[in-house]
């Protein structure tokens, strides 16, 4: 445990910098200018305060490392599919390069192939824990499956020929690959070697064949005779190969296309899907024409013609039944005449032609058999088809074959994901409870037997979308002027565990408070309605004039355009749009299934024609009773116990007189305007890159402000219906709401607006809310528009724009200096980097609680950062992280009599010591820029780090690692930092991950334990830790791959069908394709490359016995691939010379038959 010093690090830097030894005690902080403590170039902390105690920070450069673990979610963009019938596992491949394999609880694997090229096919090695692919770069890849991690232990690149299909026999070694040109290889699995037994397509066809058959499409071994090889060729051409005499046992011919090829299991017949929409069928016996032609979806002709065309059939498989007619299923194959039917796939069972209609493309299917033997009967069970963006398996054994209810958490994409939260140290009571009831939603019509390859079930699915009406088609939508995507998109995300208090905020300006019952019920839905439109004038009044702390409620001021608003403020029936919201709540008794049933809906409400703008910050608290949120407007607190609105007002208003911009009016310019369908948190310093020097210059003229203590003294509101006093109130309604009533805040809001005796002004510029539209053409390029804050730096620049409320957070603190014990707090950030404090009075008594109002007041503090405020936290005297209170649960609709009148209990923070928790606290804050720690009550900034200069902080949390606590820090330039706590000492700065998606931005967060999430693709959440603890343990904590598992025996097929011909004949490949008999393809065909397969894995046991056994396992590893190519060096040179002297014998001998021709004569005459 290391133990570090404040004081000796505030002497050593008192005594290099004279002018930080100021205590920098004011209230805005200690910002950067004088009072605010050294600051050191290139990001160094520095220290303007002392604290009372010598704190031990555990945490050093040694805990932390980063590595990715899991990957979750449905693989992106899916090209390939592949199953092991014996092991159970699933391999998807992708267009990037990825291969998910998805099987028992806990196995779900992703690996990358370095070269991102996708995926064409997947051949798994069944029960044999190894994988094959093949890649669009026409290279081949051996994967080793009996390790965690897989990893390619052989790879070998076509140089020549471009791979077009392949096919491994059941239980062999040896892999036939197709390609473009025709032609067929075949490839040693365990060495990676071509074989010299080629194929080549002018000997498979007839010789009197002029055209080239094209590429490759199927390749598969008889199941009556393993030395029988189909080969399909794209013109419709189909050769059955006699791998034994090198020469075709039969060609068929057909007049159209084939896509794919399956055989009858006693491999007498076989199936071929073609490019009308046709299936034929062929007999051996009879190869000259088709043994039946059928068109499935094809219309019949009256006239007696062959049926008309369809769209291509492109996978067809033939799969036999002992005690029923076989399956014939495949996709696509529809008339063309229905141009708007979706994706099929088609199952003909018997005389019975069921069409499965699918919601996306189909990318692949897999017909699920009993048997892994191809010659018997196959008793297919299930189809797994997979999508462009699904995974279904469709249950054979049913008539009415039912898709399976996927378990599995595969399809977060169901809607695009827009925001995510990472919990990973949840109750334990927490996480069953929520499996219970996300297994009573399960909707009807699935399958009721079990998933045929994966056991896992999704934990909880919630939709917001069933708290509103649904819109109908050609009536008016506000939020269609707000915003362009789904209006019931999730923007933000507040979850606390412990209470099961769930809140989100959605795009259409909406708040959604959820509580966890484990009971049904039918209720109303409450509802809010707030108004918070901060409004600004044009109207520039020179003369100074004395600032009340609050606007006087009792003026009323005309309402002018609001800055962020819509620049087209839309009339309604001749009316301007006021106090309307968004987005309608259900009125009618809604029935509400266990599981999160909304507790409150609160609405933001158009202002005088102008729309409520999105909100930026959100924050509950259940001990409390109250849910915050912000916007570029203001902020707004709700009691959502009592159901009322206790706070509505404008971010400038919050301040009071002790607003440290000393906000001077300008003159007036035209307004730049903004349209509202994007985020109000729009960057502009990577559009305006000439801005730098006025961007630093404007910053320092806004943070080198006096340091002096401002206090503010207000007065509270005593009663719950009294009027709007001094910019406060506790509950603005006369009344509180009752079931199924919209309260409304409107008055309140009105009272907010500035009084008369305060000069009307233009804020000081912040580019908090500015916005820079780009031009979307996609809705790939949408996912990728990216909204953030920016620092008050940009705040020189002319353009129109309000202070957003972009942090907030609920805790026990000291609200003000002079402040000797804690009390309930709001933290208000916003995106100028100023931090406010908000005072909470609850009532004294649970009994009061629910009648006495909560008053809610601005404390008058007021700190300050560089940039947008991002989070908070707060530490005790001994450094331990303090924990906002919260209630523990309790069901509000149980039926036991005690649980409705059991007290609230709640649980407050207990210090680490048992010195006084008045004492003093720590406070850290960090913003886009900067952290700093603050002393608290007596506001001292005690340390400051510059983390960025040229580029922002997207996310930052205060977690806990090891049993102490860290910040951890995602810049935008792909840094993730983390720093200690309280000193902000760096311990851990890498450039991992590279900020090419703005998705990464949007959706990155850390929890605690060390680790991390984002969503990697539309489709994919990746996870990551930093911590060293968990990457050195890593291994043991992901599934096996592979387990041993006996494959099954071959069926006793009997005597007189073995006698007659009717099993599958063996024969010894190795004989045939060995080099030995078949000699060495050509080296300039394709490139072997050696992989690093299980090698990886010893490296990392380096250390002790293990790891000595383990290098010299490499060593002789690397020792026999180097005698191998020596080997292979000397075959060469063998072979070489063999043919040397062959090609001498050659020459030598007509060289010998004529001096005999010219000899023998003379001996005649002689």
């Known amino acids: 445990m290391k133990k570090f010093n404040f004081r000796k690090v505030l002497d050593g830097l008192t005594a290099s910098s004279p002018g930080g030894s100021s205590g920098g005690g004011s209230s805005s902080g200690g910002g950067i200018g004088a009072g605010s403590g050294s600051v050191h170039p290139g990001g160094t902390a520095g220290a303007a305060g002392t604290p009372r105690d010598e704190i031990q920070e555990i945490l050093s450069s040694d805990y932390f490392q980063i590595c990715k673990t899991v990957r979750h979610g449905f693989p992106y963009l899916p090209t390939a599919l592949a199953f092991d019938p014996v092991q159970k596992i699933l391999a998807v491949g992708t267009r990037t390069g990825g291969i998910r394999i998805l099987g028992r609880p806990g196995v779900d694997c992703y690996c990358q192939h370095e070269s991102g090229a996708a995926v064409l096919q997947l051949q798994f090695l069944i029960n044999e824990g190894a994988l094959v692919s093949a890649s669009s770069d026409d290279t081949l890849h051996l994967w080793n499956l009996r390790q965690k991690r897989p990893a390619i232990l052989h790879s070998l690149k076509f140089n020549r020929e471009r791979i077009t299909y392949c096919h491994l026999p059941f239980q062999s070694k040896w892999l036939y690959v197709g390609t473009e040109r025709g032609n067929t290889h075949i490839v040693n699995i365990e060495s990676f070697i071509l074989s010299g037994y080629v194929i080549m397509w002018n000997k498979a066809i007839e010789l009197s064949t002029k055209t080239h058959p094209g590429p490759v499409v199927h390749l598969s071994d008889s199941p009556r005779d393993e030395g029988k090889l189909l080969i399909g060729y794209e013109n419709g051409t189909v050769v059955l190969w006699d791998l034994r005499s090198k020469r075709a046992d039969l060609r068929v011919y057909y007049d159209e296309a084939i896509h794919s090829v399956d055989w009858h299991h006693e491999g007498k017949q076989f199936m071929c899907s073609h490019s009308d929409g046709s299936l ?75 069409v499965l209609e699918m919601d996306h493309p189909i990318v692949d299917f897999l017909t699920l058999c009993e048997t892994p033997y191809p010659n018997e009967f196959q008793e297919p069970y299930a189809v797994v088809v997979l999508l462009e963006k699904d995974l279904i398996v469709v249950d054979l054994t049913q008539s009415n074959f039912p898709i399976f209810e996927n378990p599995y958490p595969i399809d977060i994409h169901e809607s695009p994901v827009t925001c995510t939260e990472y919990f990973a140290d949840c109750p334990p009571d927490l996480i069953p409870v929520l499996y219970s009831v996300g297994a009573k939603h399960k909707k009807q019509g699935y399958s009721n037997k079990e998933w045929p390859i994966i056991t896992l079930q999704m934990l909880y699915k919630l939709k917001t979308s069933k708290v509103f009406e649904k819109q109908k088609l050609g009536e008016g939508k506000p939020t269609a002027e707000i915003v362009e995507e789904d209006p019931f998109a999730i923007q933000m995300m507040y979850w606390c565990p412990e209470s099961r208090i769930f809140c989100v905020a959605g795009v259409s300006a909406y708040v959604i408070v959820y509580r966890f019952s484990k009971h049904e019920v039918n209720t109303e839905i409450v509802s809010l309605e707030v108004r918070l439109q901060y409004d600004i004038e044009d109207i520039i009044t020179p003369e100074p004039e004395i600032i009340p702390p609050f606007p006087d409620g009792s003026s009323q001021l005309p309402s002018l355009k609001s800055l962020s608003g819509s620049t087209n403020t839309v009339a309604c029936e001749g009316m301007m749009k006021d106090s309307i919201p968004c987005l309608s709540v259900k009125t009618r008794p809604v029935r509400m299934p266990p599981g999160y049933q909304p507790e409150l809906v609160i609405q933001l409400v158009w202002v005088d024609g102008e729309p409520p703008q999105q909100i930026t910050s959100l924050a509950v608290n259940s001990a409390y009773g109250l849910v915050a949120f912000g916007n570029c407007n203001g902020l707004a607190v709700v009691d959502f116990m009592q159901k009322t609105v206790l706070l509505s007002m404008g971010t400038i208003d919050l301040y009071g007189s002790s607003d440290p911009y000393q906000r001077q009016p300008r003159s007036p310019r035209k307004n730049k305007q903004f ?155 916003t995106g100028l980097g100023m931090v406010l404090i908000i005072s909470l009075n609850l009532p004294a008594t649970e009994e009061l609680r629910q009648t006495e109002p909560v008053m809610v007041s601005p404390s008058g503090t007021v700190l300050t950062l560089k940039g947008a405020v991002l989070t908070f936290s707060c530490l005790d005297c001994m450094g331990a992280l303090i924990h906002p209170p919260y209630e523990v649960w309790r069901d509000p609709n149980s039926i036991d009599d005690s649980e409705k009148t059991r007290k609230r209990k709640l649980v407050m923070y207990s210090p680490s010591s048992s010195q006084d928790m008045g004492d003093h606290q720590f406070a850290v804050i960090c913003s886009e820029k900067q952290a700093k720690v603050f002393s608290l009550p007596s506001q001292t900034c005690l340390y400051v780090h510059n983390i960025t200069e040229t580029s922002f902080l997207l996310r930052a949390d205060v977690v806990t690692l090891c049993n102490s606590i860290c910040l951890a820090c995602f810049c935008a330039n792909g840094h993730i930092m983390t720093m200690s706590l309280p000193s902000l000492r760096p311990m851990l700065d890498v450039n991992y991950l590279p900020v090419t998606d703005m998705r990464i931005a949007r959706t990155f967060c850390f929890t605690n334990e060390g680790q991390a999430l984002y969503l990697s693709s539309p489709t994919e959440i990746q996870r990551l830790t930093y911590s060293q603890e968990m990457c050195d343990n890593l291994q043991d904590m992901l599934g096996d791959l592979f387990t041993a598992v006996e494959t099954p025996e071959a069926q006793n097929r009997g005597f007189l069908k073995g006698l007659f011909g009717g099993s599958g004949q063996t024969f010894d490949r190795e004989e045939l394709f060995g080099e030995a008999s078949a000699g060495k393809a050509s080296r300039s065909l394709a490139q072997h490359i050696p992989g690093s397969g299980g090698i990886e894995g010893m490296k990392g046991a380096a250390g002790g016995v293990i790891g000595d056994l383990a290098r010299a396992r490499l060593a002789l590893d690397e020792r026999g691939q180097r005698l191998g190519e020596l080997d292979e060096k000397t075959a060469t040179m063998m072979a070489s010379a063999e043919a040397f002297s062959k090609h001498a014998h050659e020459v030598w001998v007509p060289c010998t038959y004529m001096w005999r021709a010219f000899a023998l004569p003379r001996v005649t005459q002689s």
């Open 675 to 829: 349209t509202t369908d994007n985020f109000c948190m729009r960057g502009l310093s990577n559009f305006y890159p000439d801005l730098t020097k006025r961007i630093r210059t404007s910053y320092q003229s806004l943070t080198e402000l006096t340091d002096s203590p401002v206090s503010l003294e207000l007065e509270r509101c005593k009663s719950p219906t009294s009027d709007h006093v001094n910019g406060h109130c506790t509950s603005p309604t006369s009344q509180t709401c009752s079931s199924g009533k919209r309260l409304s805040s409107t008055d309140v809001t009105k009272s907010n607006r500035r009084g008369p005796g305060r000069p009307p002004f233009r804020k000081a510029q912040s580019a908090a809310c500015m916005e820079i539209s780009l031009p979307v053409t996609t809705e790939e390029n949408r996912e990728n528009t990216f909204s953030r804050s920016r620092s008050s730096s940009v705040s020189s620049i002319d353009k129109e724009s309000k202070e957003a409320i972009t942090a907030l957070y609920f805790m026990e603190t000291f609200s003000r200096k002079n402040d000797s014990a804690v009390s309930p707090c709001l933290w208000v950030g």
């Open 280 to 354: 034929t069928l062929w007999n051996l016996k009879s190869p000259s024409r088709p043994f039946q032609i059928t068109i499935p979806h094809g219309k019949i002709q009256r006239d007696g013609k062959k049926p008309e065309s369809c769209k291509p059939i492109l996978k067809v498989e033939y799969k036999t039944c002992k005690s029923s007619e076989p399956f014939i299923i495949f996709s696509g194959g529809l008339s063309y005449d229905k141009a708007c039917r979706r994706p099929s796939l088609t199952i003909m069972h018997g005389k019975a032609i069921t």
